[in-house]
């Protein structure tokens, strides 16, 4: 059998663009892959997993680049990187959009924007919808349309396969239905290389957005208004809350509605009438206006972080509202933040076992964060992060696959909770030799592996 090359855009440590190419968002664990292939087009993903599977060559799978604990990079082996396919095509009388997997949600967002559609997805603008979309993905409109998953109508994705070594096959409802369920929440680099992902649209035209921000002093009543109003409010609204330093001393909460101002306002009621916020605002936009609103601010640049996250699945009690105050008042430094979006809304109306995304029952979805800007700052906020989620696992559930976290233990369920299983069939079935692997990737069943 002829051997396999590998094609496309080939970077290696001798090029002058070596460094930006291996790059992740996030500095911190950096790796030092010893070539990346950048693919134009589904044959050179094919050629890739070849070339890695002839020459036993380790290798990671990498679109948008965001994964927190970076497993779309890998030292000495490959990384076959889709991000220069990112090509959209919009079909207005079917109401879908085919994207290739190296969009980011940027150029995804302003391209069916110009069509008066979106799909419901992550707020920040360089993640990659692949990655986003094969751990769930949430965002600002969660809550009326649902995950980014449960609008993914197919993938075309290419496989390990036992005698061409790599073979492209599509999944959707009725063609290889069991990957098809995997991944939608499944997380990604588990099963295959997703080159196309196609959505179900949603029109779109004007939003209200609101924003309002306490002070310190009204941390404990500001949130426990908010946790326990945010996932059970009208279904066309999802906000989200960011609790920051003393240091900082602010509390935030920020949403987007598809309806009036006037609507909102009403909404809004148990918010306003709680505590004294520092200002408020609501108005309406455009969408596409929103969409910046959500970004953010500060470009998203790669710095050292550590991230983690859990689900609440009924409100947190005082006694953990203060748990992270007290946190908040001894961050190692003011970026620090703990951040929660509400849930509920359409994406509790599927059952746990429809899709591999496991945490349906969820009312919050929350994310532990810190960056800083010296190495030797490390330790100490892995210390900070870690801590925090130890502190507050008593009132959560799991995490969310998409904000992994290497020091988690039992991860197969932090993640999959009793989906688990059933995605270890999958896997099984797809990939039996365990070709995609990575630190906290889905082992296939059988002992010999
Ligand atoms: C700043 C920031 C903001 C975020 N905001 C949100 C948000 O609003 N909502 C939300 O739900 N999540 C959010 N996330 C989390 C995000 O969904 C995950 O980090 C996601 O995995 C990123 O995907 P990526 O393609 O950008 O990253 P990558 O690092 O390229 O990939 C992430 C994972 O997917 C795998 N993968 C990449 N490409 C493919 C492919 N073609 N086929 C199969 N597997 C592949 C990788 O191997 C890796 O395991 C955010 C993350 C960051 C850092």
Redesign the pocket.
Known sequence: MKKAKLTGRIVTPEDSDYEQART???LNNPKYPSVIVFCQKTKDVVNALKWARENNEPF?????????E???LVNKGLVID?SDMNDISVNLSEMTARID?GA?MGNVYRTLWEHGVTIP????S???????T??????MLSRPFGL?CDNLIEIE?VVASEHEGAQVIRANKQQHHDLFWASRGG?????????SLTFKLHAINEVSLFSITWGWDDFEVAFDAWQKWAPYTDKRLTSQIELKTKEVGEIVAQGEFIGTAAELKKLLRPLRKTGLPTSIWIKEVPYSKAIEFFD?PSG?QPAY?K?SGSFLERPFPYKAIQRMKEFLAHAPNSNTTIWQQSLRGAVGEIAPQHTAYYYRNAIIAQEYNTSWKKPKEEEQNIKWVENLRQALSPYTSGD?V??PDRYIKDWHTAYYGRNFRRLREVKTKYDPYNVFQ?QQSIPPIRKWL
């Not at 997805?121 to 920040?124: K, V, W, Y």
């Not at 360089?126 to 986003?132: A, D, E, P, R």
């Not at 094969?134 to 965002?139: A, D, V």
């Open positions: 992740n968002n996030n990671r799978i990498r679109s948008g680049r965001h994964s927190y970076n497993f779309s889709v997997a980011n997805a992550g707020t920040e360089s993640v990659g919808v692949v990655g986003l094969l751990g769930g993905g949430i965002g980014t994705t997380g990604g680099g588990n099963f295959g290389i997703v080159t953010l998203n972080r991230r969310y998409n904000f990575f």
